[in-house]
């Protein structure tokens, strides 16, 4: 079954206090996303990757990270979280020229 | 870049009624329009998608039309269920440097079947 697992679904955690989120997909895709959604704010995206060791910006990149050194792994960083990083985070996953599978969400609390 | 507006926020039709949700965009080089649901505590899913070459496309219930001209498009849901309630978002794709399809998002439409 074709899959993109986010783990944890749920974190609270304090202000300045190292965290990652991690996401893995099963369908060898090339293409990995994470956005972020807020109220009235749709989804936007955080960071992407194309590939193995190629990640970019998005539109929302401060105050995260990212890492792709395996083709199935895409873990989101905070280096150091703030209290406007409280959001929903959604890893997705999209093959060349088809649909993008999303994870099921991490809601993160930052306090 | 690009920018997709989307409209409603908010929908509420009565059962069985029909539902419109309506989406333009700036980049006339998007080329791939896929529509995304999202139910209470889950990730979105694809329900329908076209392509910058059609016109439109139906798959049961629902349907999407593009003017690429005009630059927008919409998602026609008819015969509204409950089940229909959620959480719809409208995307736009377009090329990235390198290969890949980045999607940029509507902010979405919060709809709601009442019986």
């Known amino acids: 079954e074709a899959q993109v697992t986010q783990n944890p679904r749920y974190l609270i955690t304090v202000t300045g206090k190292k965290l990652t989120v991690t996401c893995s997909q099963n369908?060898?895709?090339?293409?990995m996303s994470w956005y972020r959604q807020d109220p009235g704010l749709g989804l936007r995206q955080i960071y992407y990757?194309?590939?193995?060791?190629?990640?970019d910006k998005g539109d929302v990149p401060e105050g995260y990270k990212v890492s792709r050194k395996e083709k199935r792994n895409f873990p989101l960083i905070l280096e150091s979280p703030s209290p406007n990083q409280t959001s929903l985070y959604f890893c997705?996953?999209?093959?060349?020229?088809?649909?993008?599978?999303f994870g099921q969400g991490t809601r993160l609390t930052v306090v | 870049g690009e920018n997709v507006e989307q409209h409603p926020s908010t929908l509420s039709v009565q059962e069985g009624d029909s539902a419109v949700i309506k989406c333009t965009y700036s980049d006339s080089a998007s080329n791939y329009f896929p529509w995304y649901k999202q139910e209470l505590g889950k990730g979105p899913q694809l329900i329908i998608d076209?392509?910058?070459?059609?016109g439109e496309k139906k798959d049961q219930r629902i349907a999407v039309t593009l003017n690429k001209t005009a630059k927008h498009f919409s998602l026609h849901i008819t015969e509204t269920q409950p089940e229909d309630s959620a959480v719809y978002f409208c995307a736009a794709s377009t090329r990235v440097t390198g290969g890949g399809n980045k999607l940029t998002f509507g902010t979405g439409t919060q709809l709601k079947v009442e019986l």
């Open positions: 990757s194309m590939n193995v060791e190629v990640t």
């Open positions: 076209i392509r910058s070459n059609v």
């Open positions: 369908m060898n895709h090339e293409y």
């Open positions: 997705a996953s999209q093959g060349r020229d088809t649909e993008a599978f």
